[in-house]
């Protein structure tokens, strides 16, 4: 049986309350240039390499909020991620664990996470 669904991740949407201040905050923390356009109002396309990341301001409700990361940011430097990560002053919700991967929040209070590779 042909399956038309693919096993591939194109897209992953994050609820966000202002889609100018996402922008600028998402582009800042993964060094992207924020010069890309806000499509319908309530859209925003991270200039991402594989996976996709859609900023949506039109989904975001308080309930909508991530609470557990459904996705990592790739490094293989986890210290040094961990580093970058508090002199940018994110809010940070776990020490590196295991070695391997940390916790943070976005200013909407969505949980992310960035994982060694």
């Known amino acids: 049986m ?3 669904i693919k096993n591939h991740v194109g897209t992953i949407f994050i609820p966000v309350s202002d889609i100018e201040k996402a922008k600028d905050w998402y582009c800042d923390f993964l060094g992207l240039p924020a010069n890309g356009e806000i499509l319908f109002d309530h859209l925003y396309v991270l200039p991402m390499e594989g996976t996709g990341i ?3 301001s039109k989904i975001y409700t308080e309930g909508n909020i991530i609470n557990t990361p459904l996705f990592h940011f790739n490094t293989e430097d986890i210290k040094a ?3 970058y990560s508090e002199k940018k002053q994110i809010e940070l919700v776990t020490t590196i664990q295991h070695e391997h991967y940390f916790t943070f929040k976005d200013p909407d209070g969505n ?3 960035v994982c060694k590779c």
């Open 81 to 83: 991620a961990y580093a």
């Open 111 to 113: 949980h992310l996470m």
């Open 54 to 56: 859609v900023l949506d």
């Open 2 to 4: 042909t399956r038309p």
